[in-house]
């Protein structure tokens, strides 16, 4: 996808992070935006601010995790603009805790939210591409952690590696049934100043159980502590946005900004053809 001006931008989680920063850099590049985020506050300041520069914004409050939600947000854009061009599946959440402590309601949430929501967007857009014939481009935010393990994560790490899973065979098949009008990227970062570790601020009713044990531990809090100082000490946004959107013109599929974990993933291929377990 070389061209921007005067197409349509699709984004999840575009009240904050990257989901907002790539809405800004878009609106710069002269595309209309369809915005999708649970927090409808702080979603209508930044569709208002958008505003202001001229973009066309259309701002749907909502929780991408749903089927429902998503079908709805897809269809209202598409009456509001009559094309979806660029796809970028940003909404995601960071659950911190081991599999035998870490509430199962949690794992189930993360998946909804990282893996679901990318599900969701791309059965209904894909075939809207398909149909207009013209150069359209999907954006899978993912993670370093779908490449690369550590401790404490498997909530996370599972759920990043199914979102990175879930783009490479969708090129494929992509490929295999001859769409060759749609490409497809899946985003890798490592730590970056966003607003992820305020995930909680936006854990859905249906997940709620602030009576479990579990929250009240210090593993939980450890988590907590350790995730926010990595995120306030991680890369700044501004310096991945313009190479994430060279990526998109490029049509790079994995688009790594972090140089710095060159040997961290030579080391991750030697171990499996080694057939070594992942240690510290």
């Known amino acids: 996808m070389k061209k921007f001006k005067g197409k349509t931008a699709f984004i999840t989680g575009a009240a904050s992070g990257f989901g907002k920063a790539f809405a800004t850099e878009a609106s710069h590049r002269g595309m209309n935006l369809a915005l999708v985020d649970i927090d409808g506050k702080r979603l ?3 569709a208002e601010s958008l505003s202001n520069t001229g973009a066309e914004v259309l701002a749907i409050t909502g929780d991408v995790s749903l089927q429902n939600v998503v079908d709805d947000a897809v269809k209202t854009a598409m009456t509001k603009f009559g ?6 599946n940003d909404a995601g959440i960071v659950i911190e805790g081991n599999v035998w402590e870490l509430p199962p309601h949690d794992m189930q949430w993360i998946l909804d939210a990282n893996v679901m929501s990318q599900v969701y967007t791309m059965h209904d857009v894909i075939p809207i591409m398909q149909k207009q014939g013209t150069p359209a481009h999907i954006l899978n935010v993912a993670s370093m952690a779908g490449l690369l393990t550590i401790p404490g994560m498997p909530a996370y790490h599972t759920s990043k590696f199914a979102a990175v899973g879930l783009s490479e065979s969708t090129a494929l098949d992509l490929e295999t049934a001859g ?12 730590f970056v100043q966003t607003d992820l570790y305020h995930s909680q601020n936006h854990r859905p009713e249906r997940f709620q159980d602030p009576d479990n044990p579990y929250y009240q531990s210090n593993t939980y809090k450890d988590g907590e502590k350790w995730m926010k100082k ?3 000490t991680g890369h700044t946004i501004a310096s991945v946005v313009k190479p994430v959107f060279d990526a998109i013109e490029n049509d790079t599929f994995y688009i790594l900004t972090d140089s710095g974990y060159e040997g961290e993933l030579n080391a991750r291929a030697q171990r499996i053809l080694d057939g070594t377990r992942p240690s510290v």
């Open 83 to 88: 094309q979806i061009d660029l796809l970028i």
């Open 44 to 46: 209508k300041e930044v």
């Open 179 to 190: 769409i060759d009008n749609v490409g497809m990227s899946v985003f890798t970062p490592g």
């Open 230 to 232: 990595c995120i306030e």
